[in-house]
Nanobody, 126 residues
């Protein structure tokens, strides 16, 4: 059974940093991409970043490019989202999700991600 468990959320002041973790288990993820999405109150869930487990190719939403970094630790089966220069508009519940890649391309639409974690709250105060 596939499990994705997020951790690392919390309250931080604007300009601060947080690192989110997504621990993956239940299958081999070598042919998958792991993505981070977020959902702010009253808004739709949006793509943040993703990484191909094999090869490490990454992709970012424009809103976080240059501030967030996604990475993976194969030995720990864990994907990280390092978030720097946080802004109040980054406040949201952050979810990690797994996508069985089609032709190896990273996809940004949540409809392709079959497995989801429970989410972790990130709150950035001004």
């Amino acid at each position: 059974q596939v499990q994705l468990v997020e951790s690392g959320g919390g309250l931080v002041q604007a300009g601060g940093s947080l690192r989110l973790s997504c621990a993956a288990s239940g299958r081999t993820f070598s042919s998958y991409a792991i993505g981070w999405f977020r959902q702010a109150p009253g808004k739709e869930r949006e793509f943040v970043a993703a990484i191909r487990w094999s090869g490490g190719t990454t992709y970012y939403a424009d809103s976080v490019k240059g501030r967030f970094t996604i990475s993976r630790d194969n030995a720990k089966n864990t994907v990280y989202l390092q978030m720097n220069s946080l802004k109040p508009e980054d406040t949201a519940v952050y979810y990690c999700a797994a996508d069985a890649l089609n032709r190896g391309l990273i996809r940004t639409s949540e409809r392709y991600y079959a497995y989801w974690g429970q989410g972790t709250q990130v709150t950035v105060s001004s």
